[in-house]
């Protein structure tokens, strides 16, 4: 598929494409990505979502290195043609003070008031790209059977995309809500609802135990 039908396509799966607004809240705990629902929306659709044994990971690789084919495509993409991918993307909307390289988009510095732990990070070398939804957990929820240019899509989704902290992330590695949650409580909710609307948004699947921890936590949320 060329670049230019490629283009059309994430126009026509992604929210945003082209704007790129900035997180919606007001602090670390509370930003969510644009598109994300709230809770009441959250429990509604996490209800509609099919409940299914998680497939086997038969044919996943994430690694793109030396001509691997990674299925999932190759990272970072950039959505829109302007120069910037999607790493640059999540940085500059996630961050404040963002400085970024002359004539580039490139983010070089900046401060990062963390969702997963609480903590103020100022180093962009210590931040990275979480997938809200990992992508290895949309390959058994569904997208195994997906072409590459909707998973392409979908991992460039910024709705599924919150730049944190590193170590918190690599933690967190391919797991779902019923063995992981962020370490600051105070983002539990936030982080069930972008959950949910990822996966209902991309048609995919539950496990048992993945429902009823996202019930757990979108139950007391406002």
Not at 179 to 202: H, L, N, Q, T
Request: some cysteine; aromatic content about 6%.
């Amino acid at each position: 598929m060329s670049r230019r039908a490629l283009t059309v396509l994430f126009a026509v799966l992604l929210t945003g494409c082209g704007t790129f607004p900035a997180a919606t809240g007001g602090s670390g705990a509370e930003k969510v990505p644009t598109g994300t629902p709230d809770a009441a929306t959250a429990r509604a659709r996490l209800a509609e979502l099919p409940v299914a044994e998680p497939g086997r990971l038969d044919g996943y690789v994430r690694d793109c290195d030396k001509g691997a084919a990674c299925v999932f495509g190759q990272p970072w993409f950039d959505v829109d043609g302007d120069g910037c991918d999607q790493r640059s993307q999540v940085l500059a909307r996630d961050l404040v003070d963002v400085k970024v390289k002359e004539g580039r988009c490139a983010v070089t510095s900046g401060t990062l008031y963390d969702p997963y732990t609480g903590e103020t990070i100022t180093s962009v070398s210590k931040i990275q790209i979480d997938h809200v939804v990992p992508l290895a957990e949309m390959w058994r929820s569904g997208a195994s059977a997906w072409t590459p240019e909707r998973r392409t899509a979908a991992a460039n989704d910024l709705r599924n995309l919150v730049a944190v902290q590193g170590k918190a992330n690599q933690s967190k590695g391919d797991k779902t809500p019923d063995e992981w949650m962020p370490p600051s409580p105070g983002y539990a909710c936030a982080y069930a609802r972008i959950y949910v609307g990822v996966k209902a948004d991309f048609g995919l699947t539950v496990s048992t135990p993945e429902r009823t921890a996202l019930e757990q936590t979108l139950t007391p949320c406002p």
